[in-house]
Nanobody, 123 residues
Framework: QVQLVESGGGLVQAGGSLRLSCETS????????MAWFRQAPGKEREFVAG????????YYSDSVKGRFAISRDNARNTVYLQMGSLKPEDTAVYYC????????????????WGRGTQVTVSS
């Protein structure tokens, strides 16, 4: 079965950086757009960033634009989220997703999901 496995989360101080990875298996990654979502306690899951199958098109939520960068290495079946200038409000579980439209911010539009990795930003 298709698997998406996130890694790289952890505890970081405000202003710091983290790089998340999402490794896929049993998925022809070049057939899919990929995205990162996040969900904070008591809040709905929200779109963070999306990337086209080729990597040429990227999309970001306003809250992370200029601070986060999504990228992919299709040869390694892996998607990354480089996060910088982290803020306490970035604290959430971060999920990787595979789907068809990289700019689609609706979580229900994405087909495959990982189990998430916790990111905690202390003030």
């Amino acid at each position: 079965q298709v698997q998406l496995v996130e890694s790289g989360g952890g505890l970081v101080q405000a202003g710091g950086s983290l790089r998340l990875s999402c490794e896929t298996s049993r998925l022809t990654i070049t057939n899919y757009a990929m995205a990162w979502f996040r969900q904070a306690p008591g809040k709905e899951r929200e779109f963070v960033a999306g990337i086209s199958w080729s990597g040429r098109l990227t999309y970001y939520s306003d809250s992370v634009k200029g601070r986060f960068a999504i990228s992919r290495d299709n040869a390694r079946n892996t998607v990354y989220l480089q996060m910088g200038s982290l803020k306490p409000e970035d604290t959430a579980v971060y999920y990787c997703a595979a789907g068809s439209v990289p700019s689609n911010t609706a979580s229900e539009a994405w087909t495959y999901w990982g189990r998430g990795t916790q990111v905690t930003v202390s003030s």
